[in-house]
């Protein structure tokens, strides 16, 4: 398959970019389109809505904070973009029924592209007190309601185009195939947008080093702040500024390959049955956003985030030495969500909105909410 497209192609090779959206999304041998777990521990990695429920209750928590800004009037939308297995969504919508939000308010939508996931989120989600709906993309989905947009560990999975400083000229990375084995090799921009983005984002790359450009996550983060009338956009990922990305502190990039929660570099040892990932530039992202009428709120490390959106309030005492009690457990997810050197730190929480003025949340600092 992907053998195929080198050999059909001018220069015998392709843009790591595709390379990476075959291995990643091809419809029927893509990593993301093929039957079987990839989520948990019997999956290849982690997710924060895998650690017990307390991410989902305290993003309930804050949802329903936002809630508030779409009154007097009644109906709004809850959407979660690549929604996994659907347990996150699950989460969201007990914490928002434990609250009290009737069915006649809340649409719950899901935009997901794999049928694998759909089914399982149709399974999970089959006795949800509100409405569902499914799409493939956000702009499917009837515009005109206020809503809140949920995504977690999606754009890291998009495919990235990979440039290389090369004898003081900027290259990008392709891949071809040889006797057997695929290779990379340097070739021309094969879009002016890097050029650009290099530009902007003030990117300084030594000699040889490499770099990951996202602009899928431009073109993801355009089309949610088009088709948004009037709502929140939250985004949890791992990445940060330009400079953390991107820096002297990254010689070869952010790609990395995960399979049965071990981590590697190699993205040509199993195409297509391992997840590729890259870190998020999220200085570009609020700047994309912003260009499609998202003003940011926030944007922090998620332990900070659920500290100041009250995690804490779910510790509980307990005398029980029994460390599988429920207690014990649900302790210890705090722990995992919001300790450095950890979930705490390597993931990042991105709030944007779009409206009128700008609403003030629990989770914002004085600076922040100034």
Known sequence: MI???????????????????????HPRWGYYRREGTKIGREGDYYT???????????????????????????????VEVGAGDGRLMEQMIRGLWEKGIGREELVCCLVETSPYHRRL???????????????????DLPGGMPAVVVSNELLD?????????????????????????????????????LRDYVRRFGLRLEEGQQAEVNLD???????????????????????????????????????RCFSRHRVHGDPYRAPGEEDLTSDVNFEALRAWGEEAGLKP?????????????????????HQNPDPFSEVA???RAVRQLILPGGMGDIFKV?????????????????????
């Open 3 to 25: 053998s195929g497209e080198i050999a059909s192609s001018p220069r015998r090779a392709i843009p790591f970019r595709r390379y990476m959206e075959l291995c990643l999304y």
């Open 48 to 78: 924060s809505s895998h650690v017990g429920d307390l991410f989902g209750r305290v993003m309930s928590d804050v949802i329903e904070e936002m809630r508030r800004f779409f009154l007097p009037r009644r109906r709004w939308m809850l």
């Open 121 to 139: 989120q149709e399974s999970r989600l089959q006795s949800a007190p509100y409405p569902l709906r499914w799409a493939d993309r956000i702009s």
């Open 157 to 193: 999975a998009f495919p990235v185009h990979r440039i290389r400083m090369r004898e003081g000229r900027l290259r990008e990375i392709y891949v071809t195939r040889r006797d057997g084995r695929f290779f990379e090799v340097d070739g021309p921009l094969s879009t002016d947008a």
């Open 217 to 255: 996550a431009r073109d993801w983060i355009a089309e949610v702040g088009n088709w948004l009338d009037e709502g929140f956009v939250i985004t949890v990922d791992y990445g940060g500024d330009t400079e953390e990305v991107s820096g002297p502190a990254r010689p070869q990039g952010t790609l």
């Open 297 to 317: 709120l926030l944007c922090t490390t998620q332990g900070d985030w659920l500290v100041r959106s009250g995690i804490l309030n779910y510790l509980q005492d």
């Open 329 to 331: 457990r649900r302790n």
């Open 350 to 370: 991105l709030i944007q909105w779009k409206g009128e003025g700008r609403p003030t949340l629990r989770g914002m600092n004085e600076k922040e909410a100034g």
